[in-house]
């Protein structure tokens, strides 16, 4: 934690629910917010799985109410996809945001809900609280875990004009309620589970070697470390394991918890150009980068990976310090590779050509403002290449 005065933040949802069937508590919820029309914002993966008309027929059911659906939110959501839903959300006069899905559905929903009561584009509120009134009343219902976004301030749209992931952080876009319910993850498929997996661990490991973590965010990064390590592979082994599934919603929500209010670093930073220039998924783009980041970090935080190394089970009694931490980098490296993460980002269709204008836009990325190592642009563009 930094020394000297300064006040350190910490948001999260008003009200979480967690837990197996935590979700059928929905209907109570809207009734209690007071909305007459919901909005149901998701995407065409989930309807197709039926959980949308699922969550649908509960709001009517428990709720007396109906429901207005856009499932037309894609992975890694633009500002067009935002101003598309908002378009829908105000033709129908709805009055409550309903995210059902991954960080995708979370997102477009923030976007949709900031620029319904600010007025003017998506692409104003890029940076740090640049809103000025309230959203609509807002429920996020996790499916992934995950992202994180069903409980924190982060808002991450793409720019389609520029290819650039906007990184929107802003504390009234936080959701007023959060339920993360285990049952409605058991149908992620491995590979989702994987990518979803690793996103949290590094939210987590961000956040524990961020500038600003505090003994608050120390305490939700280790546990959420701690966690995934001993149950992402087996949710990806075995969907249905209820005790992984749960314990990973546990784990992505201390993630978000500790990111939330720790920030994140230059995995982030770097992670937002891969998705914003190539449309590539987010968790595997973090979960390649993460140990090439900390390499290039771990001389500023070398004590805090060692505490990530004991954390992710790790056994490093007799070890130099500096040897301690490297098994961080190592265990690191041995789940993504378990739980069949891509080995580099050559893999994915990137381009060296491509990597000094990512480069670039990487060090303008508010993520790395709370990277404990400064780097040059050469230095990102080295990562870069340690990780094709």
């Not at 996809?81 to 105000?90: A, Q, S, T, Y």
């Not at 449309?279 to 979960?287: I, T």
């Not at 490297?326 to 739980?339: C, F």
């Amino acid at each position: 934690m930094a020394a000297g005065e300064q006040v350190f933040g910490f948001y999260i949802p008003t009200v979480t629910l967690m837990g197996i069937g935590a979700h059928k508590q929905l209907g109570e919820q809207i009734k209690t917010l007071g909305s007459a029309k919901p909005f149901i914002c998701t995407d065409k993966g989930i309807t197709k799985a039926g959980l949308t008309q699922k969550i649908v027929d509960l709001i009517k059911q428990d709720a007396g109410v109906d429901c207005v659906v856009f499932d037309d939110t894609i992975p890694n959501p633009t500002d067009t996809n935002v101003h598309d839903g908002l378009k829908i959300f105000k033709d129908n006069d709805c009055d409550m945001i309903i995210s059902l899905g991954g960080g995708s559905s979370h997102d477009c929903g923030k976007g949709i809900g900031i620029v319904a009561t600010n007025g003017g584009s998506i692409r104003d509120y890029e940076g740090v609280n640049k809103s000025t009134k309230a959203m609509p009343a807002f429920i996020a219902i996790n499916t992934t875990a995950g992202t994180g976004s069903e409980m924190t301030r982060f808002c991450i749209i793409t720019d389609t004009s520029r290819k650039v992931k906007m990184a929107i952080v802003d504390w009234r876009v936080t959701p007023n309620i959060a339920i993360n319910d285990p049952l409605l993850m058991v149908g992620m498929p491995p590979a989702l589970t994987a990518a979803t997996g690793m996103d949290a661990l590094t939210h987590a490991v961000e956040a524990y070697v961020s500038t600003i973590a505090t003994p608050v965010t120390d305490a939700c990064a280790l546990k959420a470390i701690q966690l995934i390590s001993q149950n992402l592979r087996a949710a990806v082994a075995h969907g249905g394991d209820m005790v992984a599934r749960d314990n990973m919603a546990y784990a992505e929500y201390l993630a978000g918890m500790a990111f939330n209010n720790a920030s994140l670093g230059h995995v982030h930073a770097m992670a937002h150009q891969l998705g914003g220039f190539y449309d590539l998924p987010h968790g595997v783009c973090n979960a390649i980068l993460l140990p090439h980041v900390q390499r290039f970090n771990m001389i500023a935080k070398v004590s805090r990976f060692v505490d990530i190394a004991i954390a992710m089970g790790e056994v490093v009694d007799g070890l130099s310090q500096r040897e301690a931490a490297e098994k961080a980098l190592e265990a690191i490296k041995t789940l993504s590779a378990d739980v069949g993460i891509p080995g580099g980002l050559k893999e994915l269709g990137v381009q060296k050509q491509d990597l000094p204008v990512m480069a670039e836009n990487a060090q303008k990325d508010a993520c790395g403002l709370t990277n404990p190592r400064c780097p040059t642009l050469e230095d990102v563009i080295e990562i870069y290449k340690n990780a094709m």
